[in-house]
């Protein structure tokens, strides 16, 4: 199993460090999930400072940018990493797409779709010269060679998707790589959606499943004494809270038993009140989709929740305490020989 840490990207003065110490670590790559700052600068300047180290975006958001324009770049982050890029792409949701970033939302599913089989139309066409794709929403068909990047010696980056409904979950096992799993991806969410979901899209594709990645976020509270991980389960409990607070994932929640999680959550954001949000995630929330335990304890814990499922398994907490950073690459090292 990998172990990767998830960051938001960082300004870029900063991330030649972090990508060093992470591999230092013994982590197997590093996730940069795209929020104000992009993913791919990020990642651009990780693969320089730590050679060796597997890079990803997890997610990038991917209609605001054309198919081309992404390909072309994971292209050159392909080439920059020898090989060890992964182009994470997700739809993020219609009011930031359509409001911050002035592009088109409409069918986000078959959208994206069709935006994962023009990247890789674009990565064959960086090889052959030709590019020829024609899809619902995206019509490429024209490069020259001085707008392309060439021939690279590494195989094509991976290209995988966010999903969280049974759709999208079904459409990742037809058409990307691997799979971003949600951070409330709970293993009884696992069980009953992610695996079954991914091996349907799969058959319908002729492809076997296990070559599709799962790459699971975890939130974890870990620590050796009870004020330890009280501290980090708070923390928690307010990043559960803000995750559980879209309408999308409230079946997440209830099928795991807590109904009407997300309506009571809503309740208190429309009203401003954010202590009031997190409150509403019980220890009992906490204990089913975190991982909570001691340090020693910790390896086989997620080992336990996670093996058998999860290709790389995404760690949530570790890059926000530098103090515990090397620990959680202890715990990595474990669960990569293991």
């Known amino acids: 199993m990998h172990v990767d840490v998830m960051t938001t990207p960082q300004p870029l003065t900063k991330t030649a460090e972090l990508a ?6 013994g982590f197997s790559g590093l996730l940069f999930t795209e929020t104000g700052r992009t993913a791919y600068l990020n990642a651009a300047v990780a693969s320089q400072a730590a050679p060796g180290l597997d890079l ?28 060890r890029f992964r182009l994470g792409l997700g739809t993020q949701v219609r009011t930031h797409v359509v409001r911050r970033y002035g592009a088109q939302f409409e069918h986000p599913g078959p ?47 991976k290209v995988d998707v966010a999903a969280v409904n049974p759709w999208m979950l079904r459409m990742a096992g037809e058409v990307a790589d691997g799979i971003h799993v949600h951070p409330l991806g709970e293993p009884g969410y696992l069980a009953r959606h992610v695996v079954p979901k991914l091996a349907e899209g799969a058959q319908r594709a002729g492809r076997a499943p296990q070559d599709i990645d799962v790459i699971v976020p975890v939130m974890t509270i870990v620590g050796d004494t009870d004020e330890q991980r009280h501290r980090e389960r708070e ?7 803000f995750y ?59 080992a336990a929740r996670y093996g ?31």
């Open 244 to 302: 559980g607070s879209t309408p999308n994932y409230a079946f997440i929640w209830d099928e795991a038993g807590f109904e009407g999680t997300t309506a009571r959550i809503r309740e208190k954001q429309k009203a401003g009140d954010y202590p009031g949000m997190a409150a509403q995630i019980t220890d009992d929330h906490i204990a089913t989709f975190a991982t909570e335990s001691t340090w020693d304890g910790l390896a086989d814990a997620l």
């Open 111 to 157: 959208r994206l779709r069709d935006y994962v089989k023009a990247v890789k139309a674009c990565f064959d066409a960086f090889r052959t010269g030709t590019l020829d794709h024609h899809g619902e929403f995206y019509e490429l068909d024209f490069i020259s060679p001085q707008w392309s990047p060439g021939p690279i010696d590494a195989p094509d980056p």
């Open 308 to 338: 058998g499922i999860a290709t790389r398994v995404v760690l949530y907490n570790a890059a926000s305490d530098p103090d515990a950073f090397e620990r959680y690459g202890a715990v990595a090292q474990r669960l990569r020989q293991d």
């Open 56 to 83: 990803s975006t997890g997610v990038a958001v991917a209609f605001p940018r054309s198919p081309f324009v992404t390909a072309a770049t994971a292209w050159e982050l392909q080439e920059s990493t020898g090989g």
């Open 235 to 241: 923390s928690v409990r307010a990043a559960m809270s």
């Open 20 to 25: 060093r110490r992470t591999q230092a670590a």
